[in-house]
Nanobody, 118 residues
Framework: QVQLVESGGGLVQPGGSLRLSCAAS????????MSWYRQAPGKERELVAA????????NYADNVKGRFTISRDNAKKLVYLQMNSLKPEDTAVYYC???????????WGQGTQVTVSS
């Protein structure tokens, strides 16, 4: 099994920055890619960014391109989401996700709250 634990959320003013971390443990050799999703109140969960753990290919949602950066440290089994130029509409619970090569979900984290407000 794979376990994921997110950290780094909090309250930030518009235009500010936060860095989220996701720590993976367990059978991490089965992980093909990791992603960050978010869910705002009353909205569906949406993909924010994804990264293939070997090779580092990344993918971003259009509404975060140029502001968010996903990266990984395979040795430390960590995935990061650097969020810059934050907007109130970025307010959500952010979840870390790990998938197998066939796309099957291995694990979800418990989520971390990000609130962008003045």
């Amino acid at each position: 099994q794979v376990q994921l634990v997110e950290s780094g959320g909090g309250l930030v003013q518009p235009g500010g920055s936060l860095r989220l971390s996701c720590a993976a443990s367990g059978f991490t050799g089965s992980i093909y890619a990791m992603s960050w999703y978010r869910q705002a109140p009353g909205k569906e969960r949406e993909l924010v960014a994804a990264i293939v753990t070997a090779g580092g290919t990344t993918n971003y949602a259009d509404n975060v391109k140029g502001r968010f950066t996903i990266s990984r440290d395979n040795a430390k089994k960590l995935v990061y989401l650097q969020m810059n130029s934050l907007k109130p509409e970025d307010t959500a619970v952010y979840y870390c996700n790990a998938v197998r090569r066939d796309g099957g979900t291995l694990a979800w984290g418990q989520g971390t709250q990000v609130t962008v407000s003045s």
